[in-house]
């Protein structure tokens, strides 16, 4: 059974920094693709990072390129999004995801998120 649970977020100042994790089981980086996605309130869902292990691949929302890093730690199997030079505009509910796809995951799964805040 995939499971993925986020956490580290919180509340910051605009230029502040936050590093989320997310931890994975039920399936390994070797085999899926794994992402961040954010919920903003009457906005829809969107995709900010992903990582392919087997791919050796990274893609960023350009919003968030050179301000956002993922990184992903096969042995833990946590996958980590640190988050620099944050802005308002940052702020939602932030979800883990995997699924199909190589070097970026389908919607197929994703967990409970964590509340990022970014006040100006």
């Known amino acids: 059974e995939v499971q993925l649970q986020a956490s580290g977020g919180g509340s910051v100042q605009a230029g502040g920094s936050l590093r989320l994790s997310c931890a994975a089981s039920?399936?390994?980086?070797?085999?899926?693709?794994i992402g961040w996605f954010r919920q903003a309130p009457g906005k829809e869902r969107e995709g900010i990072s992903c990582?392919?292990?087997?791919?050796?691949?990274?893609w960023y929302r350009p919003s968030a390129n050179g301000r956002f890093t993922i990184s992903a730690d096969n042995v833990k199997n946590v996958v980590y999004l640190q988050m620099n030079s944050l802005k308002p505009e940052d702020t939602g509910v932030y979800h883990c995801?995997?699924?199909?796809?190589?070097?970026?995951?389908?919607?197929?799964?994703w967990g409970q998120g964590t509340q990022v805040t970014v006040s100006s």
């Open positions: 995801f995997t699924g199909e796809g190589i070097e970026c995951p389908d919607y197929d799964y």
């Open positions: 990582i392919s292990v087997s791919e050796n691949t990274t």
């Open positions: 039920g399936f390994t980086f070797d085999d899926y693709a």
